[in-house]
């Protein structure tokens, strides 16, 4: 059976601090794999990796994917308060389930000012 | 540009009642994904549709949830009728096409079912 695992579930730190979120996935004919923040509404896109060790970048955010090893990262440097939301993890497989996102159940991250 | 409109934010019901939700997705998106999300967990499809056509539905329970897409824009998903266990958050997603496209989500529809 296809899953996605995240970790940590949660993570507390201060503003400035650097934080990594991590994702290792078990999919079938793996095709992408995308990161969503999600506050208190939609989810909103942040990444999509689909080459195994090209670093997506999007100011202090980043992410890298390991094909061989499963499993991506996701950076955040210098964090701010405006951080503080649940980063989700998920991965869509070709073939028929194509377009199908199989999400982790995410890492609430809380930033203190 | 307006992005994906869902209604009601939150609904609270008695269960065995029935209960819609609405999705108006974004203008010119072809696909459309219904999205389950129980608290503390990621999302889960319930069902995909490209233009008025659901293309992927094996998630849906399809005893007591329907669905419709009938002129290929908005699309309603139902419960009927409704079970506690149906407490949860019901997401609508759009892209341009499926498999290349990324998905943008609506805020959801809050459900409690008492």
């Known amino acids: 059976e296809d899953k996605v695992v995240q970790s940590p579930l949660s993570l507390v730190v201060h503003e400035g601090d650097t934080v990594t979120l991590n994702c290792s996935y078990e999919?079938?004919?793996?095709?992408?794999l995308l990161w969503y923040k999600q506050e208190k509404k939609a989810p909103t896109f942040l990444f999509m990796l689909?080459?195994?060790?090209i670093e997506k970048k999007s100011g202090r955010l980043s992410s890298i994917l390991d094909k061989k090893e499963l499993f991506s990262i996701l950076n955040i440097t210098a964090t701010q308060t405006g951080d503080s939301a649940i980063y989700l993890c998920?991965?869509?497989?070709?073939?028929?389930?194509?377009?199908?996102?199989?999400f982790g159940r995410g890492t609430q991250l809380t930033v203190w000012p | 540009e307006a992005g994906v409109v869902q209604s009601p934010r939150y609904k609270i019901i008695e269960k065995k009642q029935p209960v819609a939700f609405w999705c108006n997705p974004i203008s010119g998106h072809n696909t459309l994904y219904w999205y389950l999300q129980n608290l503390g967990q990621g999302p889960e499809l319930l069902i995909r549709?490209?233009?008025?056509?659901?293309?992927?539905d094996s998630q849906l329970p399809k005893d007591r949830f329907s669905a419709e897409r009938l002129k290929g824009v908005d699309s309603t998903l139902k419960i009927q009728p409704a079970e506690l266990g149906d407490s949860a958050v019901y997401l609508c997603a759009s892209s341009l096409g499926w498999g290349t496209d990324t998905q943008y989500f609506g805020p959801g529809t809050r459900l409690t079912v008492l």
């Open positions: 689909t080459s195994s060790g």
């Open positions: 999919v079938t004919n793996f095709r992408s």
């Open positions: 549709y490209e233009n008025e056509e659901a293309v992927d």
């Open positions: 998920a991965v869509e497989a070709r073939g028929s389930t194509l377009g199908r996102l199989y």
